[in-house]
Protein backbone atom coordinates (compact mmCIF):
# COMPACT_ATOMS: atom_id res chain seq x y z
CA UNK A 1 0.00 0.00 0.00
CA UNK A 2 1.42 3.48 -1.00
CA UNK A 3 1.93 6.33 1.60
CA UNK A 4 -1.42 8.11 -0.57
CA UNK A 5 -3.54 4.80 -0.19
CA UNK A 6 -2.95 4.17 3.54
CA UNK A 7 -3.21 8.16 4.14
CA UNK A 8 -6.66 7.75 2.60
CA UNK A 9 -7.40 4.41 4.65
CA UNK A 10 -6.58 6.43 7.65
CA UNK A 11 -9.29 9.63 6.40
CA UNK A 12 -11.87 6.98 5.42
CA UNK A 13 -11.16 5.15 9.51
CA UNK A 14 -12.08 8.74 10.58
CA UNK A 15 -8.61 8.69 12.86
CA UNK A 16 -7.58 12.14 13.14
CA UNK A 17 -4.30 11.25 14.96
CA UNK A 18 -2.95 9.11 12.62
CA UNK A 19 -3.76 11.17 9.54
CA UNK A 20 -1.77 13.96 11.35
CA UNK A 21 1.03 11.42 12.24
CA UNK A 22 1.05 10.57 8.39
CA UNK A 23 0.39 13.76 6.98
CA UNK A 24 3.87 15.05 8.88
CA UNK A 25 5.41 12.29 7.51
CA UNK A 26 4.97 12.62 4.31
CA UNK A 27 5.42 16.40 4.19
CA UNK A 28 8.94 15.44 5.82
CA UNK A 29 9.50 12.81 3.36
CA UNK A 30 9.03 16.06 0.58
CA UNK A 31 5.86 14.60 -1.16
CA UNK A 32 4.33 17.17 -3.03
CA UNK A 33 1.79 19.26 -1.04
CA UNK A 34 -1.03 18.93 -3.46
CA UNK A 35 -0.56 15.38 -4.05
CA UNK A 36 -0.74 14.82 -0.51
CA UNK A 37 -4.00 16.54 -0.59
CA UNK A 38 -5.38 14.76 -3.76
CA UNK A 39 -4.32 11.45 -3.63
CA UNK A 40 -4.44 10.67 0.34
CA UNK A 41 -6.65 13.15 1.73
CA UNK A 42 -9.62 13.92 -0.43
CA UNK A 43 -9.59 10.58 -2.16
CA UNK A 44 -10.06 9.18 1.16
CA UNK A 45 -12.81 11.68 1.62
CA UNK A 46 -14.47 10.48 -2.11
CA UNK A 47 -14.80 6.86 -0.91
CA UNK A 48 -16.56 7.95 2.29
CA UNK A 49 -19.12 10.03 0.04
CA UNK A 50 -19.41 7.12 -2.27
CA UNK A 51 -20.30 4.77 1.05
CA UNK A 52 -22.48 7.73 2.45
CA UNK A 53 -24.47 7.78 -0.14
CA UNK A 54 -24.56 3.50 -0.83
CA UNK A 55 -25.95 3.54 2.89
CA UNK A 56 -22.90 2.18 4.23
CA UNK A 57 -21.34 4.78 6.42
CA UNK A 58 -23.74 7.26 8.72
CA UNK A 59 -23.69 10.44 9.65
CA UNK A 60 -21.42 10.18 12.67
CA UNK A 61 -18.73 8.57 10.51
CA UNK A 62 -18.77 10.76 7.78
CA UNK A 63 -18.52 13.78 10.51
CA UNK A 64 -15.43 11.78 12.05
CA UNK A 65 -13.68 11.32 8.06
CA UNK A 66 -14.21 15.01 7.82
CA UNK A 67 -12.79 16.07 11.03
CA UNK A 68 -9.65 13.62 10.20
CA UNK A 69 -9.16 15.03 6.54
CA UNK A 70 -9.47 18.78 7.80
CA UNK A 71 -6.45 17.80 10.05
CA UNK A 72 -4.64 16.70 7.43
CA UNK A 73 -5.31 20.14 5.05
CA UNK A 74 -4.58 22.49 8.30
CA UNK A 75 -0.86 20.81 7.90
CA UNK A 76 -0.51 21.21 4.65
CA UNK A 77 -2.31 23.93 3.89
CA UNK A 78 1.02 26.62 4.29
CA UNK A 79 2.93 24.60 2.32
CA UNK A 80 0.75 25.59 -0.32
CA UNK A 81 -0.22 28.98 -1.55
CA UNK A 82 -3.44 29.75 -2.19
CA UNK A 83 -4.06 29.74 -6.05
CA UNK A 84 -2.54 26.67 -5.99
CA UNK A 85 -4.97 25.14 -3.61
CA UNK A 86 -7.35 22.45 -5.34
CA UNK A 87 -10.31 23.99 -5.52
CA UNK A 88 -13.67 22.19 -7.31
CA UNK A 89 -15.47 25.65 -7.03
CA UNK A 90 -17.08 27.87 -4.51
CA UNK A 91 -20.54 27.70 -3.22
CA UNK A 92 -22.89 29.91 -1.05
CA UNK A 93 -25.21 28.02 1.17
CA UNK A 94 -27.92 28.88 3.56
CA UNK A 95 -31.03 27.80 5.42
CA UNK A 96 -34.15 29.54 3.74
CA UNK A 97 -35.98 32.84 5.70
CA UNK A 98 -37.87 31.29 8.35
CA UNK A 99 -36.32 27.76 9.16
CA UNK A 100 -33.78 27.31 11.58
CA UNK A 101 -32.81 23.63 10.92
CA UNK A 102 -28.99 23.29 9.96
CA UNK A 103 -27.77 19.71 10.38
CA UNK A 104 -28.81 18.79 6.92
CA UNK A 105 -26.94 21.78 6.00
CA UNK A 106 -23.81 21.61 7.72
CA UNK A 107 -23.12 17.66 6.47
CA UNK A 108 -23.24 19.09 3.16
CA UNK A 109 -21.01 22.19 3.69
CA UNK A 110 -18.83 19.05 5.37
CA UNK A 111 -18.87 16.74 1.95
CA UNK A 112 -18.51 19.44 -0.67
CA UNK A 113 -15.98 20.90 1.18
CA UNK A 114 -13.97 17.80 1.55
CA UNK A 115 -14.72 17.43 -2.29
CA UNK A 116 -12.92 20.34 -2.47
CA UNK A 117 -15.11 23.29 -2.64
CA UNK A 118 -15.11 26.70 -1.48
CA UNK A 119 -17.69 27.30 0.89
CA UNK A 120 -19.37 30.28 2.08
CA UNK A 121 -21.99 29.18 5.08
CA UNK A 122 -24.81 31.96 5.68
CA UNK A 123 -26.20 29.92 8.20
CA UNK A 124 -30.02 29.83 8.59
CA UNK A 125 -33.18 31.87 8.44
CA UNK A 126 -31.55 33.37 5.40
CA UNK A 127 -33.80 35.96 3.26
CA UNK A 128 -33.44 36.76 -0.48
CA UNK A 129 -31.81 39.90 -0.42
CA UNK A 130 -28.99 38.46 2.25
CA UNK A 131 -28.37 35.44 -0.67
CA UNK A 132 -28.36 37.95 -3.47
CA UNK A 133 -25.63 40.31 -1.88
CA UNK A 134 -23.54 37.36 -0.89
CA UNK A 135 -23.33 36.38 -5.04
CA UNK A 136 -22.58 40.30 -5.49
CA UNK A 137 -19.45 39.60 -2.74
CA UNK A 138 -18.67 36.28 -3.58
CA UNK A 139 -19.50 35.55 -7.01
CA UNK A 140 -19.81 31.98 -6.56
CA UNK A 141 -21.01 29.18 -9.55
CA UNK A 142 -23.38 27.94 -7.13
CA UNK A 143 -26.17 28.89 -4.78
CA UNK A 144 -27.45 26.05 -2.19
CA UNK A 145 -30.68 26.51 -0.30
CA UNK A 146 -31.93 24.06 2.28
CA UNK A 147 -35.86 23.77 3.83
CA UNK A 148 -36.75 21.48 6.31
CA UNK A 149 -40.33 23.07 6.49
CA UNK A 150 -43.02 23.22 3.93
CA UNK A 151 -44.14 26.77 5.00
CA UNK A 152 -40.80 28.06 3.77
CA UNK A 153 -40.22 26.11 0.60
CA UNK A 154 -41.65 29.02 -1.32
CA UNK A 155 -38.92 31.51 0.20
CA UNK A 156 -36.65 29.30 -2.50
CA UNK A 157 -38.82 30.88 -5.34
CA UNK A 158 -38.67 34.01 -4.20
CA UNK A 159 -34.70 34.02 -3.69
CA UNK A 160 -34.84 33.02 -7.58
CA UNK A 161 -37.17 35.63 -8.48
CA UNK A 162 -34.78 38.36 -6.62
CA UNK A 163 -31.57 36.98 -8.25
CA UNK A 164 -33.47 37.35 -11.95
CA UNK A 165 -34.60 40.95 -10.73
CA UNK A 166 -31.28 41.57 -10.19
CA UNK A 167 -29.50 40.27 -13.49
CA UNK A 168 -28.01 37.95 -11.32
CA UNK A 169 -29.86 34.54 -12.64
CA UNK A 170 -27.50 33.63 -15.41
CA UNK A 171 -24.39 33.57 -13.94
CA UNK A 172 -25.28 31.22 -10.63
CA UNK A 173 -26.50 27.70 -10.43
CA UNK A 174 -29.08 26.90 -7.80
CA UNK A 175 -29.57 23.82 -6.56
CA UNK A 176 -32.09 22.86 -2.85
CA UNK A 177 -32.48 20.42 -0.77
CA UNK A 178 -33.90 19.50 2.49
CA UNK A 179 -36.95 16.94 3.85
CA UNK A 180 -39.93 18.88 1.97
CA UNK A 181 -38.14 18.84 -1.38
CA UNK A 182 -38.42 17.46 -4.56
CA UNK A 183 -37.11 17.05 -8.42
CA UNK A 184 -40.82 18.54 -9.28
CA UNK A 185 -40.78 21.64 -7.01
CA UNK A 186 -37.45 22.33 -8.14
CA UNK A 187 -38.37 22.24 -11.83
CA UNK A 188 -41.83 24.00 -10.88
CA UNK A 189 -39.33 27.65 -9.37
CA UNK A 190 -36.72 27.18 -12.08
CA UNK A 191 -33.46 25.73 -9.63
CA UNK A 192 -30.93 23.94 -11.64
CA UNK A 193 -31.17 21.03 -9.38
CA UNK A 194 -32.20 19.39 -6.10
CA UNK A 195 -30.40 16.94 -3.71
CA UNK A 196 -32.18 14.12 -1.54
CA UNK A 197 -28.54 14.28 0.74
CA UNK A 198 -25.69 15.39 1.14
CA UNK A 199 -23.52 13.19 -1.21
CA UNK A 200 -25.44 13.67 -4.13
CA UNK A 201 -25.42 17.50 -3.83
CA UNK A 202 -21.89 16.89 -4.03
CA UNK A 203 -22.26 14.97 -7.48
CA UNK A 204 -24.83 17.69 -8.38
CA UNK A 205 -22.88 20.17 -8.20
CA UNK A 206 -19.64 19.09 -10.14
CA UNK A 207 -22.30 18.40 -12.65
CA UNK A 208 -24.12 21.33 -13.03
CA UNK A 209 -20.43 23.32 -12.96
CA UNK A 210 -18.63 20.91 -15.41
Known amino acids: MSDFESLAQIVINGDFVGVKSQTQKMIDSGLDP ?22 DMYVPEVMMSAR ?26 GTVKGDLHDIGKKLVVMMMESAGFEIIDLGVDIDPATFVKAVKEHNPQIIGMSALLTTTMLSMRDTIEALKKEGLRESVKVIIGGAPITQAFAVQIGADGYAPDAATATDLCRRVIA
Not at 68 to 93: F, N, Y
Open 34 to 55: IEIINQGLMAGMNVVGVRFKAG
Open 68 to 93: AMSTGIELVKPLITDKDMPTAGKMVI
